[in-house]
Nanobody, 115 residues
Framework: QVQLVESGGGLVQPGGSLRLTCVAS????????MGWYRQAPGNEREFVAA???????IYHDSVKGRFTISRDNAKNALYLQMNNLKPDDTAVYSC?????????WGQGTQVTVSS
């Protein structure tokens, strides 16, 4: 079983930056997808960014050029650097890991962009 713990959320003004961290622990094997999703109140969960097959980065069009995803395999960590944040980025951000054993989610971290 894999456990994912996110951190780094908070309140930031429009145009500001935040860095989210997701640390994985437990029985992890053959990870082929690590990514971030977000869910705003009243909305469905949506894809934000992911690293696929260890090296391919993919992004939702709304965050391209503003968000950067990265990982540190030695630390079993996934990061999301978010720059030039907008009020529409306000949501609970959750980490997702898919490996040969299944699909795991973290509990999420709140990001609020407001002046």
């Amino acid at each position: 079983q894999v456990q994912l713990v996110e951190s780094g959320g908070g309140l930031v003004q429009p145009g500001g930056s935040l860095r989210l961290t997701c640390v994985a622990s437990g029985s992890i094997s053959s990870t082929y997808f690590m990514g971030w999703y977000r869910q705003a109140p009243g909305n469905e969960r949506e894809f934000v960014a992911a690293i696929v097959n260890a090296d391919k980065e993919i992004y939702h069009d709304s965050v391209k050029g503003r968000f950067t995803i990265s990982r540190d395999n030695a630390k079993n960590a996934l990061y999301l650097q978010m720059n030039n944040l907008k009020p529409d980025d306000t949501a609970v951000y959750s980490c997702n890991l898919r490996d040969s054993k299944g699909n795991s989610w973290g509990q999420g971290t709140q990001v609020t962009v407001s002046s």
